[in-house]
């Protein structure tokens, strides 16, 4: 069956450090591969959106990457701050517009000062 | 504010109550999904309903109970839940497939619901 392993339910690291969030997929062939960022008691929030054949794709300190091959997105948080603590969500979407939307249990990233 | 606005935020039932759960969208979105999540589970896909009509009931319960009048609202109608039922039910919408990769999914807040 289709399954989303993301690296590990909770990370915590240093402000200023780079966050580096895993999103693993097996049984899958996406088209898109989304990330979200949800905070407590809230829905999540669309943060960026990378298609099968695009391998890298940035949005100010944020940065994705796509291994198709591995099956993998990298999802980096550069310069990162407190105020980035939430749960990262990934997402998997297949080509036809039917095609379900499946997501990951998310990583609960803490940035201490 | 994202632009889904769900209402109650939370909601206290007992298993023989009857309520409703609202979803409001006024950005357009041709699509709006029902999604269920539960604590360190990922989120589950409820229904799916795409320029009104349901395409997609993903083998949930008939105690759960959806309607879409029109494409800016979206009801679940709930009645006899289950402890098991609580968890936090989050609506969210979406413009047509082509679109999407803009986009994304956007969300709303969701509502806590607890059964007691």
């Known amino acids: 069956s289709q399954k989303i392993e993301q690296n590990s339910e909770a990370l915590n690291i240093q402000e200023g450090k780079t966050a580096t969030l895993t999103c693993n997929y097996t049984?899958?062939?996406?088209?898109?591969l989304q990330w979200y960022r949800q905070d407590p008691g809230r829905g999540p929030v669309f943060l960026l959106l990378?298609?099968?054949?695009?391998k890298e794709k940035r949005k100010e300190r944020l940065k994705v990457t796509f291994d198709t091959t591995l099956k993998q997105s990298l999802f980096h948080i550069t310069a990162s701050q407190p105020a980035d603590s939430a749960t990262y969500l990934c997402?998997?979407?297949?080509?036809?517009?039917?095609?379900?939307?499946?997501f990951g249990s998310g990583t609960r990233l803490s940035i201490r000062p | 504010e994202t632009g889904v606005t769900q209402t109650p935020r939370h909601l206290v039932m007992g298993m023989t109550n009857k309520k409703s759960l609202k979803c409001e969208q006024h950005?357009?979105?041709?699509?709006m999904y029902w999604y269920k999540q539960s604590a360190k589970k990922p989120l589950e896909l409820m229904f799916v309903?795409?320029?009104?009509?349901?395409?997609e009931n993903n083998s949930v319960p008939s105690r759960f109970s959806p309607e879409c009048p029109n494409s800016s609202h979206l009801f679940l109608h709930l009645h006899t839940l289950q402890p098991e039922d609580s968890a936090l039910y989050l609506c969210?919408?979406?413009?047509?497939?082509?679109?999407?990769?803009?986009?994304?999914?956007?969300f709303g807040s969701g509502t806590r619901l607890t059964v007691v």
């Open positions: 997402a998997l979407e297949g080509y036809s517009s039917a095609s379900k939307i499946i």
């Open positions: 049984n899958y062939s996406p088209a898109y």
């Open positions: 309903y795409n320029f009104k009509e349901q395409t």
């Open positions: 969210a919408s979406s413009q047509a497939p082509q679109d999407r990769s803009l986009y994304g999914y956007t």
């Open positions: 990378i298609r099968e054949n695009e």
């Open positions: 950005l357009g979105h041709n699509a």
